[in-house]
């Protein structure tokens, strides 16, 4: 227990008031067998026997009642799971302290937390199996690890408040290292949002700078040397301005590919289940169908990611599955869009080794705080990517 | 009492055989504080020549236990922690001046009455220190 929170009675030694009490019911014991015997304040003769009675029953007796009354008082004085102060200190622990803190706390001998199979903080050296309790750590559904702590004696298990206790700090830890993990998940996201911004940002000015400028200062150039030619010998500035009219049109295919990569125009054209159906890995030899299903309005990022997604895995199907038909259904389900994209090829081979097209699809789906799975049988593969309808953050 | 050290209070009710506990020493309490309180008016003298009273000692032992058992009797009805290690001194020290009563009350209803404080107190220290009945048998309490 700490300085700052001494309780009263953790002060007051267990073996004093245990001898007391002891003293007290050795001295009941005798008193009462003598006073069988016939013992008062007028007759202070005794028989001997009276005397043997009276010690062999304390004998037989002293120890089992030493037994019982130990534990009953250390738990008397120390039964207080600590002070409010010292089990918020757990919350605040360190990760590879946090068993310490909590074994001070509970004052117990022997505290571990596993984290995910792992033994994240030890205090004390592991009694036997017997004098050990589990407690899961839990957020939701999510099993995180255990907290392990052993009993306070050999023997003797915890009280029930005790284990009330453990159930309600291993709920709290488990909360609280689920924050702490989607904390560093939301400062990971964070950080790669951050660094994709800046990729997109130096690639779009790449391509602008080494595409599209260059492109239109040449064709500066080619008109003004169109237009100095075009008094002396209009057939060769005819002939040059063919050639910027071919540049020009080159570079409008850049602009149109580099703002395909922005966003397909396909989706404010048609819609995403439309723009799914015309895209040219819709066209590539396989029979595709796509349907949708209360799909409603979708924001901007979700229809990109999940129109990205959907041609991949119609692309993968064409190139890989040796299929006739391809099934893409596109379904709103409450706060959540389901993609599933199904053919009947020959599945995916065992085992799989993700390439970068499905890794792709699955950091898209993350990115927006979905996930993809895929499933392959005889019947062929479905990929079913589940992401938020409100997108990332929602 | 300063601000970083503040007084550990047990949050909860108290267990049911904790208040039995605190009941019965509250009651033996006022019956040894009662008769302290008519015996002590006579004074050292008179009761040790009356010569079928308690001696003087353990008159005034008795007054100030009585006192210290209701105020650990409060205090244990309040789910305090000391008040409970307070109840089992006073327990302990009214059984240990009552034995002597057992077998050298002058009268019976004096060995009678010492007898019951003894045997009430005991009483009282068993129900202080009984643990929970409903141990932690299961090994996960949420699985």
């Known amino acids: 227990m700490s300085a700052r929170g001494r309780a009263p009675g953790a002060g007051f030694s267990a073996p004093v008031l245990v001898h007391a009490i002891l003293l007290a019911y050795v001295l009941a014991v005798y008193v009462a067998v003598l006073v069988a015997d016939g013992l008062s304040a007028t007759n202070v003769r005794t028989h001997w026997w009276a005397h043997v009675v009276a010690v062999a029953v304390i004998a037989a007796t002293v120890e089992p009642l030493r037994r019982w009354l130990r534990p009953a008082v250390e738990d008397l004085l120390h039964d207080a799971p600590g002070e409010a102060s010292d089990l918020l200190a757990v919350l605040g622990a360190e990760r590879g302290s946090a068993a310490e803190t909590i074994a001070r706390a509970l004052r117990t001998r022997y505290v571990e937390i596993v984290e995910d199979g792992v033994s994240t903080s030890v205090a004390g050296r592991r009694p036997a199996e017997g004098d050990v309790v589990q407690v899961p750590l839990r957020f939701a559904d999510d099993e995180l690890g255990s907290l392990h702590v052993a009993t306070r004696r050999p023997g003797v298990p915890l009280t029930a408040g005790d284990v009330r206790l453990l159930g309600d700090l291993a709920h709290q830890l488990g909360t609280h290292r689920y924050a702490l993990a989607a904390w560093a998940r939301a400062q990971e996201s964070r950080a790669l949002v951050v660094t994709a911004r800046e990729e997109e940002r130096r690639r779009i000015r790449r391509d602008l700078h080494d595409g599209l400028g260059p492109a239109l200062a040449s064709v500066k150039l080619q008109l003004a040397a169109a237009q100095r030619l075009l008094a002396d010998d209009p057939a060769q500035a005819g002939a040059l301005l063919a050639d910027v009219r071919a540049d020009l049109a080159a570079t409008t295919g850049d602009v149109r590919r580099l703002v395909y990569g922005l966003r397909p125009p396909l989706l404010d054209e048609l819609g995403l289940a439309a723009a799914v159906r015309h895209h040219p890995a819709a066209q590539a030899g396989l029979a595709v169908d796509v349907r949708e299903e209360d799909l409603g309005e979708l924001p901007a990022a979700v229809e990109v990611a999940l129109f990205r997604i959907a041609t991949e895995a119609l692309h993968n199907a064409a190139r890989h599955s040796g299929g006739r038909r391809c099934e893409v259904l596109l379904r709103g389900r409450g706060g959540v869009v389901e993609l599933r994209v199904s053919d009947d090829g020959r599945g995916l081979p065992a085992p799989l080794l993700a390439g970068v097209g499905v890794s792709a699809m699955r950091e898209r789906a993350a990115e927006l705080g979905g996930s993809v799975v895929l499933t392959s049988g005889p019947a062929g593969t479905t990929v079913t990517t589940l992401v938020p309808r409100r997108g990332p953050g929602g | ?143």
Request: glycine content about 10%; cysteine-free; overall charge positive.
């Open chain 2, 1 to 143: 009492m300063s601000l970083t050290s503040p007084t550990p209070v047990r949050a909860g009710a108290p267990p049911r055989a904790h208040l039995l506990a605190a009941a019965l020493l509250a009651v033996l309490s006022v019956w040894d504080g009662v008769a302290a309180v008519l015996l002590l008016p006579q004074g050292s003298a008179d009761l040790a020549a009356a010569g079928d009273q308690p001696p003087w000692a353990v008159v005034v032992g008795k007054l100030v236990l009585s006192v210290l058992g209701l105020v650990a009797a409060v205090v244990v009805a309040r789910a305090q922690r000391w008040g409970v290690v307070l109840a089992l001194g006073v327990a302990v020290g009214n059984a240990l001046l009552a034995l002597p009563g057992v077998a050298f009350g002058p009268t019976t209803s004096s060995r009678t009455a010492s007898a019951v404080a003894a045997v009430g107190m005991g009483l009282v220290v068993f129900l202080l220190l009984r643990r929970s009945g409903s141990r932690a048998a299961a090994r996960d309490p949420r699985g």
